[in-house]
């Protein structure tokens, strides 16, 4: 079926720190992989995505990679800032015309 | 240009009322997903939608929820005879073409609350 797995649930990482959060994924025909970030009462907004033919993306502090041997893609947040405190999702489009959420991450940046 | 707009931001019902959320899509967007987050956890696909289709109900209860989104107006999910259960903050996101692949776009969330 249609699965997505997220790990860690929560995260503290100190000021300055890198954050990483990763996920895999049940069908290999996924083709699109998109990162979410939700701060407190507020909708999911997309920061980031990967699509299957290529291996890794960069945007400033964040990158994604993903390994579609594996089944698994990764978000790493560099040089972290208290701004970057908040929920994390990943998803995955089955290729069915709507994204597959993971659990989430709850990230929070130490000062 | 405006984003994906909700209303209302919260709602709160009585067991056995009937609740409706709008959401109006991003400009020039004609596909729509609403989707369903509990507290503590992910986002859950309910439907997906265009303009006087639905394309995609297969994450909907069977019972008491419904959603449109007509030729005109917002799209509006309704959920009738709610239960405490049905407490969640309730998402709409939009995109242009409704294609695999394609970024959606969330609104800020309606959150609903049955006492």
């Known amino acids: 079926g249609e699965n997505v797995e997220q790990h860690p649930s929560t995260l503290s990482v100190q000021e300055g720190d890198s954050a990483v959060i990763k996920c895999t994924y049940s069908d290999s025909a996924s083709n699109y992989f998109p990162w979410y970030k939700q701060e407190l009462g507020k909708g999911p907004q997309l920061i980031i995505d990967?699509?299957?033919?290529?291996g890794e993306k960069k945007d400033q502090r964040i990158a994604v990679t993903l390994n579609k041997t594996a089944k698994h893609f990764s978000l790493h947040i560099t040089e972290t800032q208290p701004e970057d405190s908040a929920v994390y999702f990943c998803a995955a489009d089955f290729g069915n015309e709507k994204l597959t959420f993971g659990t989430g991450t709850r990230l929070t940046i130490i000062p | 240009n405006a984003g994906v707009m909700q209303n209302p931001r919260h709602l709160v019902r009585r067991r056995g009322q009937e609740a409706r959320l709008r959401c109006s899509p991003m400009?020039?967007?004609?596909?729509v997903y609403w989707y369903r987050q509990l507290p503590e956890e992910g986002l859950k696909f309910m439907v997906y939608?265009?303009?006087?289709?639905?394309?995609?109900e297969s994450g909907m209860p069977k019972e008491r929820f419904s959603a449109e989104f007509p030729k005109e107006g917002p799209s509006i999910l309704r959920i009738q005879q709610v239960v405490r259960g049905d407490s969640a903050a309730y998402f709409c996101a939009s995109s242009p073409t409704g294609q695999p692949n394609e970024k959606l776009f969330f609104g800020s969330g309606t959150q609903l609350s049955v006492l």
């Open positions: 939608l265009q303009k006087e289709n639905i394309i995609d």
């Open positions: 990967i699509r299957s033919n290529v």
């Open positions: 400009k020039g967007h004609s596909h």
